[in-house]
């Protein structure tokens, strides 16, 4: 591969944005109201995410229904086509898309207030229909965005950033070029607060730099949360209008 | 005097009238001969009437056989009766609503999930599920059972639980009274549930139940200081 | 379907109640790691871990395999880590996907083979079609907790206990020496990740952890089986002596204040340093005594001069 200039001297990303810059964040919600309770198609940069949520519905197994709270499943579907390249392999089974489906629903089952629906089951399918960078974040986000839709109770939104580390200089919302050439951070925060739901880092960061990293990263999510929460009040006083009719 | 017993020896009883054969012992059928299947020590109790005989010898996992107490944890509720766990990893056995005392088709117990209860195996039988009961069954009175509220169980060998329940003489609970107050049950299938009066006096007795299963009761009473005093100090 | 362990209420509460008081059941501190009982085997690359009860055995082993397509210049590196009923009987025989087994596996691929622990490119014998193979496998023989920090700790042993034979290459011919007849080459091992894990707990209610301002939440470092099951939370963190951050996993679980994570991280420093250094104590002590007569053994000093 040739050598990218991932960050120019004149402070310039590979795509023209500044180093705190997020990438283009469109969502709409309720995009398939008679196939699912809830959903959301998120466009996160090149990342578009349609995800669906059904339920609290009866569980599909006896034994899945718990006595005391529900249960929430998360099937992660990244298509074949996702990429510039077709992958030959399915990667239903792949160890990589069942860990980031155990932490998806490691993430939600925490914020969502599942004591409210004993007996259910709540199951998340997400597509992705075209990757670029930073998926585990427009993951969250899509989640969040369709649970919300389907009115199911959480305690806030989660809303997630992935964040790298050029030399010294963290790079907000990274892209699959600047992702492949450096370390990423992911991290998920729960509304306006600083607790951090999710984080995982892949490859090496200094441990003195990584603080400033997850400071970036949680102002980043702050941003993406009132992304996501100008989108819903848009959408909100949209279906207000058309009720009052 | 301890006599060890392995598969294959041969059990001398004095006198061969009204024997009662229990744990390790298998009567044949044809020859009439008592024969030890398990390894363990011989104990021949001529004290009563008739002459028990039977195997002292430690297991790991617990078999329900009736007349036992338990200490279970409630794993499911249904129409009629709870699902409660004995042992982890084996099959749970059955407690009826109506196996509690004052039971009625109308009062109903109120035990959740997750509860821990003391009770007594009432059936046990081979081909069915076992099933236990809170109720002293011959009087259908309140006899001790039921929900064991806070404490905390500490899972120990089922030797052990039998040394503790039975044995009279054994130093162990005695010693640990001098120090603090406390609650106990033991459940036979080797759980020891136990509560004092506050939360790091329970932790100084879970701790110390673990640490004399593995010691000669001789070790005991310097045990019981160490670990009281161990706590006394992380608390300033 | 397995049958799980079952916790009473009680006994969870208990737990909680006990960490309130600032005390764990086994008398440890919160940020106290078990003690790591390293023990090398007779033979090169055979390690077994021992935290407590729990038990670790890793072998490292290689082979002459033909190295990936778009890859000619690099080595294989494969870490095996499959639990069977061996370690505790919640464990399935064959069925690793489970949600436990899968992230201690990911995170230790992450934290040895991703992060370059292991020098590949010396790995290759002739670019393209011959290199080493070289196979970590992870027994669990044992299971009360901390898998990922004890398999971590072996591994890394392994690969730096190590020694492949030795190779000379003329042309396309390859020719193996038999550790009798040359010695053998310790592997390249760029830099040494150590795993740390802390479990979460929430003393209060959820609503406590979410809005509240107090952070009450309890942080254990390495924590027992009877802890694992009632934790509200984990984070993974790998670190190396050189102060690099090699991997975090914190896969969702309890919310936790940012500030309160980094917390975790130095406290985390400070055990891997210790490790690190444990571990080559270990590896120095071992060649000593293998090398034991090698005064003796030498002609060096034959003659007098």
């Not at chain 2, 008739?50 to 790991?60: A, E, G, I, M, R």
């Not at chain 2, 003391?118 to 809170?134: D, M, P, Q």
């Not at chain 3, 014998?125 to 080493?132: D, M, R, T």
Request: hydrophobic content about 35%; some cysteine; overall charge negative.
């Amino acid at each position: 591969m040739s050598r990218l200039e991932i960050y120019s001297p004149e402070g310039l990303r590979l795509d023209g944005r500044r180093w705190n810059e997020l990438r283009r964040f469109e969502s709409s919600i309720n995009t398939h109201p008679d196939a699912a309770d809830g959903s959301s198609y998120l466009e996160q940069g090149n990342n578009k995410i349609i995800t669906l949520v059904t339920g609290p519905q009866e569980p599909r197994l006896r034994s899945q229904a718990s006595f005391s709270h529900a249960s929430v499943s998360v099937n992660l579907n990244i298509t074949k086509f996702s990429r510039m390249e077709r992958s030959k392999a399915s990667h239903r089974n792949e160890r990589r898309v069942l860990e980031m489906q155990t932490a998806l629903v490691r993430t939600f089952e925490k914020n969502v207030m599942l004591h409210l629906y004993p007996r259910t089951s709540i199951d998340i399918q997400v597509h992705v229909l075209q990757q670029d960078g930073g998926l585990m974040s427009s993951l969250i986000n899509g989640i969040t965005l369709a649970l919300i839709d389907a009115g199911i109770a959480m305690y806030d939104y989660i809303s997630s950033v992935s964040v790298g580390l050029y030399d010294t200089t963290p790079l907000l919302d990274m892209n699959s070029l600047e992702e492949n050439a450096m370390s990423s951070v992911t991290l998920a925060v729960v509304g306006k607060s600083e607790k951090l739901s999710l984080l995982l880092v892949e490859d090496k960061i200094p441990l003195d730099r990584f603080e400033s990293v997850l400071a970036i990263g949680i102002a980043g999510a702050h941003r993406v949360r009132e992304l996501m929460d100008k989108e819903l009040r848009r959408h909100g006083q949209k279906r207000l209008a058309n009720a009052s009719k | 005097m301890v006599n060890l017993i392995y598969p294959g020896d041969s059990i001398s009883i004095p006198e061969r009238t009204n024997v009662v054969t229990g744990p390790g012992i298998y009567l044949d059928p044809k020859s009439q001969h008592l024969k030890p299947i398990n390894v363990g020590i011989e104990v021949i109790d001529p004290s009563k009437r008739v002459t028990s005989v039977y195997l002292d010898f430690n297991s790991k996992r617990y078999i329900p056989s009736e007349g036992d107490f338990v200490i279970g944890v409630i794993t499911s509720t249904f129409a009629d009766s709870y699902r409660v766990s004995l042992a982890n990893f084996s099959t749970a056995v059955t407690l009826s609503y109506m196996a509690f005392p004052n039971a009625s088709k109308k009062n109903r117990p109120t035990l959740k999930v997750g509860d821990l209860l003391y009770a007594r195996v009432s059936k046990a039988n081979k081909e069915l599920e076992a099933e236990i009961e809170c109720v002293d069954s011959s009087t259908g009175k309140d006899a001790g059972y039921g929900h064991l509220d806070g404490g905390v169980v500490v899972d120990v060998s089922l030797a052990f639980c039998r040394e503790l329940l039975f044995n009279n003489d054994f130093p162990l609970l005695k010693l640990i009274g001098k120090r603090t107050e406390f609650e106990v049950a033991i459940g036979l299938n080797g759980k020891i549930w136990i509560k004092a009066a506050d939360i790091l006096s329970t932790l100084a007795c879970y701790r110390i139940i673990l640490d004399c299963e593995k010691q000669p009761t001789s070790q005991y009473s310097e045990i019981i200081k160490n670990r009281f005093k161990e706590l006394a100090n992380s608390a300033d | 379907m397995a049958k799980d362990i079952e916790i009473s209420v009680s006994q969870g509460r208990f737990l909680i109640e006990t960490l309130k008081q600032k005390v764990r059941l086994d008398g440890r501190r919160f940020d106290q790691m078990r003690d790591v009982d390293i023990e090398l085997g007779k033979d090169r690359g055979d390690v077994m871990v021992t935290m407590g009860k729990t038990r670790v055995h890793c072998r490292i082993s290689c082979e002459i395999a033909q190295p990936y397509e778009d890859r000619p210049f690099e080595g294989l590196f494969v870490i095996s880590t499959e639990t069977s009923p061996m370690a505790g009987p919640q464990f399935e025989n064959g069925n690793n996907t489970g949600e436990d087994e899968v992230l201690c596996s990911r995170i230790i691929e992450k934290a040895v083979r991703r992060s370059g622990a292991l020098d590949v490119e010396g790995l290759c014998i002739v670019a393209g079609s011959k290199c080493w193979a070289v196979r970590a496998d992870v027994h669990f023989l044992n299971c009360d907790g901390g898998f990922i920090d004890a398999s971590c700790i072996a591994v890394m042993t392994g690969l730096l206990h190590f020694k492949k034979p030795d190779v000379t290459v003329s042309g396309e011919r390859v020719t193996v020496h038999p550790p009798e007849e040359r010695e053998p080459v310790p592997l390249g091992v760029l830099h040494t990740p150590i795993c740390v894990t802390f479990s979460f707990f929430n003393p209060e209610d959820t609503e406590e952890n979410i809005k509240g301002e107090s952070n009450n939440e309890i942080s254990l470092i390495d924590a027992t089986l009877s802890e694992e099951l009632l934790r509200d939370g984990t984070l993974t963190i790998t670190l190396n002596k050189n102060r690099e951050v090699v991997q975090v996993s914190k896969a969702g679980g309890l919310p936790m204040d940012a500030l309160t994570l980094m917390d975790c991280c130095h406290k985390a420093y400070n055990i891997v340093e210790r490790l690190t250094d444990q571990v080559q104590r270990v590896i120095k002590e071992d060649e000593q005594t293998r090398n034991q007569y090698a005064a003796i053994l030498s002609s060096e000093n034959a003659r007098e001069s």
